[in-house]
C-alpha cells in the first residue's frame, strides 16, 4: 500500500508540472497553437529546491494599465525561500513562477499607459511571475533605470533599498547623530542600510554577520560582531545605553534582546524571520521553536520604557495596501542619491534561470554578500543544468538523488 501511495504521489506531481510547463502557474494569457512562449522558474508545489523547475510558459501579454517587460535579470530575496516552503501567511496556489523584481526592456503597452515607451529601460516590482523571461505589471510599480546603472543592479535596488530607506527614514525616522543595529549586515538590505546612514551624518552603525563576510564589509559599517556571538554584550560594551534603531530580519530570541537594547525613544523593526528557515523544506518545530523565543510584550512595558516597536513588509506595503504612490515618492529619493554616487547596490553573483536550486542553497547557507540576481540571458553550466532544467536526464529520480552532487564544485559568476 505504502508503495501504491508513493507512486500516485508522484504521478501527481509529475502531473501539476506538465500543466505547469504547459501554461499553469498565473499566466492569464489563452493558450492557443499560435502564442508565444517563454522560459520561466515553476514551482511546482511548496516544499524542496525539487520542487523548481524551469518550463516553457506561455508569454503574458499586457492588461490595461499595464506594460510587457522583456526581462533580463530578477532579483532573489530570503522571502522567495520562505514561499518555495509555502512558510508565509495566505500562500498563494502552486503551480507558480515565484519572484517579486526584475529588470528589463519595455516591449509593449498597455491601454492607458503613459510616461513609457518601447525600449525604454526599467525595473519593476511584481505581485509573483518576476523569474521569467516576460513579465506584466501595472504601471506604478514600473520605474526607469538611470543610464549607468546595468540590468543586474537595477535588479537588485527595488526591493533593498525602498525596505532600508523605508524602515530607516519613514518608520524609525533617523536623524544626525543616532545608532543603528542591523543583522545580516552583509546581505542586500544590509548593504543598503549602511550606504543610505553614511548619507547621514555620524551615524553609527552595529552589524552582525558571519565571520567570513567580516573582512569584505567591515568598511561599510562601524562596529561588526560575529552573527554567533552575544552581540548583547558587545554592543553595549561601545554604548552602555544601548542604540537607537535596532533593525531584525531574524524573530525569535533576537526580538527580545533588540528591544533590550534600545535606549528611550528607540525603535526596534521586525521586517523578517528568517530563524524559522533551518532546512530545505518547512519546518513546525522550527516556526515553534521562533514563536516560543519571541519576547511576549507587554504594551504597558513598552509605554513607561518609551521604546517603539514596529513591523515592515514592503510586499505587504504595495500590493495588499495600495501604497504605491508613496513608494514612488521613495524610489525617486533613492534614485537621486543613486546618481549623486551616494548609494551603489552591491550584486554577489549571477546566476542562469537553470541555477536557481544552486542561488536559493547559496541564500539559504547565508553565503552571499549583497544580491544573488538571476540573469535571464546567462547560460548555465553543465552540473547546474542537469539539476534544474525540465529536459534533466536525472529529473525523474531528482528527489531520490538530490545529495549526490553536494561534493562538487558549483561555480557562479561572481560581480566584481
Known amino acids: 500500500m505504502a508503495?501504491?501511495?508513493?507512486?500516485?504521489?508522484?504521478?501527481?506531481?509529475?502531473?501539476?508540472?506538465?500543466?505547469?510547463?504547459?501554461?499553469?502557474?498565473?499566466?492569464?494569457?489563452?493558450?492557443?497553437?499560435?502564442?508565444?512562449?517563454?522560459?520561466?522558474?515553476?514551482?511546482?508545489?511548496?516544499?524542496?529546491?525539487?520542487?523548481?523547475?524551469?518550463?516553457?510558459?506561455?508569454?503574458?501579454?499586457?492588461?490595461?494599465?499595464e506594460l510587457k517587460i522583456r526581462v533580463k535579470a530578477c532579483g532573489l530575496n530570503f522571502i522567495d525561500l520562505m514561499v518555495r516552503q509555502g512558510n508565509i501567511d495566505n500562500p498563494p496556489k502552486t503551480p507558480l513562477v515565484p519572484g517579486f523584481e526584475c529588470s528589463g526592456i519595455v516591449e509593449a503597452l498597455g491601454d492607458n499607459v503613459k510616461g513609457y515607451e518601447i525600449g525604454d529601460r526599467v525595473m519593476a516590482f511584481v505581485n509573483y511571475n518576476g523569474w521569467a523571461e516576460v513579465v506584466c505589471t501595472p504601471l506604478e510599480f514600473v520605474y526607469k533605470i538611470p543610464d549607468d546603472m546595468s540590468f543586474s543592479e537595477a535588479a537588485a535596488f527595488p526591493m533593498n533599498f525602498v525596505t532600508a530607506y523605508m524602515m530607516l527614514f519613514e518608520v524609525a525616522n533617523l536623524r544626525e547623530g543616532m545608532s543603528v543595529l542591523v543583522h545580516s549586515a552583509g546581505g542586500g538590505v544590509g548593504q543598503a542600510v549602511a550606504q543610505l546612514c553614511s548619507t547621514v551624518p555620524d551615524v553609527t552603525v552595529f552589524g552582525t554577520a558571519s565571520s567570513f563576510k567580516h573582512e569584505a564589509i567591515k568598511d561599510s559599517v562601524t562596529h561588526l560582531f560575529d552573527r554567533n556571538a552575544d552581540y548583547v554584550q558587545e554592543v553595549k560594551k561601545i554604548s552602555a545605553d544601548g542604540v537607537d534603531i535596532v533593525l531584525d530580519c531574524l524573530c525569535g530570541e533576537n526580538t527580545g534582546k533588540g528591544l533590550s537594547l534600545l535606549k528611550p525613544l528607540g525603535t526596534y523593526i521586525l521586517y523578517g524571520s528568517s530563524n524559522m528557515v533551518t532546512g530545505e523544506t518547512k519546518s513546525f518545530f522550527s516556526f515553534a521553536k521562533s514563536w516560543w523565543q519571541v519576547e511576549k510584550v507587554n504594551p504597558i512595558k513598552l509605554y513607561e520604557e518609551n521604546k517603539v516597536m514596529a513591523g515592515f513588509s514592503l510586499l505587504n506595503l504595495l500590493f495588499k495596501q495600495g501604497r504605491s504612490g508613496l513608494i514612488q515618492n521613495v524610489m525617486d529619493k533613492l534614485l537621486k542619491l543613486y546618481n549623486e554616487k551616494k548609494i551603489k547596490p552591491l550584486v554577489d553573483s549571477l546566476w542562469a534561470l537553470e541555477e536557481v536550486k544552486e542561488a536559493m542553497q547559496r541564500i539559504h547557507d547565508r553565503g552571499n554578500i549583497g544580491k544573488l540576481i538571476l540573469d535571464v540571458e546567462k547560460t548555465p553550466t553543465p552540473l547546474m543544468a542537469n539539476d534544474s532544467t525540465e529536459t534533466s536526464e536525472a529529473g525523474e529520480e531528482e528527489e531520490d538523488h538530490e545529495g549526490d552532487n553536494e561534493n562538487k564544485e558549483r561555480m557562479p559568476f561572481i560581480q566584481q
Open 3 to 65: 508503495k501504491e501511495g508513493a507512486e500516485k504521489a508522484e504521478e501527481t506531481e509529475q502531473m501539476i508540472e506538465k500543466e505547469a510547463a504547459e501554461g499553469g502557474g498565473g499566466s492569464s494569457s489563452p493558450r492557443g497553437a499560435d502564442a508565444k512562449e517563454m522560459r520561466a522558474v515553476v514551482l511546482s508545489a511548496f516544499g524542496g529546491l525539487n520542487k523548481l523547475r524551469v518550463s516553457k510558459k506561455v508569454m503574458p501579454e499586457p492588461q490595461e494599465g
